[in-house]
């Protein structure tokens, strides 16, 4: 079997949530040339799951256990057919509940992640790919975040970060993420916003190398409050800090009435879109490319990519699971890494 060219990166692939299809996924991905042909690959988990996995899917690849960076540049760690895996947990690990939520479960995904942001920070990987985390499984292992973007930017010391996530023709940053849709316009402020239009300026500049980027900012209400007549948070809020992101030099417009922003960008008038809550822009988002978006972090001084559904817990330990949007993640990381300056 031929190995991988030198210059591929190295990626972090965690594991995710043990009960979901993280560690299912993951093999499945494994399996496919193209995905040794941009990385070399490797898993941040339990082996013990890794390779029963790997078993049950009757995949053919070979675990192989890194004990540490050293060990890692072994090139024949990095050939088709293998399972590098690097253990964080000590010594074999107690079976998991199959699409249950627990907090052993929950705690076991942060491990992953700690760890692949090590690595990260210390130069000994080029980014990280995260397979999905349940959220309730981590909060009740004591690790209090809405999840992954606000992670990592607290375990990587981010001034600011956030969510973008990629499929088809739409690359969307969000204002907000993780809220109940109550407490959206609370949350919104002039400076969030502004804080988001800066931020996917700088992931379509610096990640995607677009030179003058034409961003456009959604709107909250329907019509973007018909001038006022179903709500002022346009003229109150929004408003105000695209005014202030064109000053920066930015070229954003807005707000536009969501319900035809993005059908424009689909069309190829924005290169970027600032969506204010989750749902806004992940349903258009997922019905022109669901399973083949990919979630991006901007901000991070570290390349972080993830898959853009969550733990499925439904058909977890099935064999069911797709692994199309993790093999989109991995190849995004892959580009953004050897493009990175």
Not at 104 to 109: E, T, W
Not at 136 to 141: D, E, G, K, N
Not at 278 to 291: R, S
Request: charged content about 15%; overall charge positive; hydrophobic content about 40%.
């Amino acid at each position: 079997m031929a190995s991988t060219q030198p210059t591929n990166p190295l990626l972090a692939i965690t594991m995710g949530d043990p009960a979901g299809i993280g560690p299912e996924i993951i093999v499945k991905a494994l399996q496919l040339p193209k995905i040794w042909r941009v990385c070399r690959p490797l898993v941040i988990g339990s082996r013990t799951l890794l390779e029963y996995t790997a078993q049950s899917l009757e995949a053919s690849l070979v675990l192989v256990p890194v004990s540490g960076h050293e060990s890692s540049s072994a090139s024949r760690m990095f050939r088709r057919g293998s399972l590098p895996v690097l253990d964080p947990f000590s010594g074999s690990v107690r079976p998991v509940r199959i699409g249950r939520v627990t907090a052993r479960s929950g705690d076991m995904a942060v491990t992953c992640i700690q760890t692949a942001v090590r690595l990260a920070q210390a130069g000994c990987v080029q980014g990280i790919v995260t397979a999905p985390i349940n959220k309730h499984a981590m909060q009740l292992a004591g690790h209090t975040y809405p999840g992954h973007t606000e992670m990592l930017a607290d375990l990587t010391n981010a001034k600011e970060s956030g969510m973008m996530i990629v499929g088809g023709p739409l690359k969307i940053l969000f204002a907000t993420t993780h809220l109940a849709l109550r407490d959206v316009p609370n949350v919104l402020t002039s400076t969030t916003i502004l804080r988001a239009i800066r931020l996917a300026h700088q992931g379509l500049t610096r990640l995607f190398h677009i030179q003058k980027p034409r961003i456009g900012v959604a709107g909250l209400n329907p019509h973007a409050g018909e001038n006022g007549l179903f709500g002022d948070e346009e003229g109150r809020i929004i408003q105000p800090a695209i005014r202030q992101a064109k000053k920066q030099g930015i070229a954003c417009t807005g707000p536009h009435p969501a319900d035809t922003l993005f059908g424009k960008a689909v069309r190829g008038s924005f290169d970027g879109i600032v969506a204010l809550y989750h749902d806004q822009g992940l349903i258009p988002l997922k019905t022109v490319a669901f399973g083949h978006c990919v979630n991006i972090t901007v901000g991070l001084p570290i390349i972080r990519t993830s898959v853009d559904h969550g733990t499925a817990y439904d058909i977890a330990g099935q064999g069911k699971a797709d692994p199309t949007s993790l093999v989109e993640a991995i190849e995004m990381a892959a580009r953004l890494a050897t493009h990175s300056p």
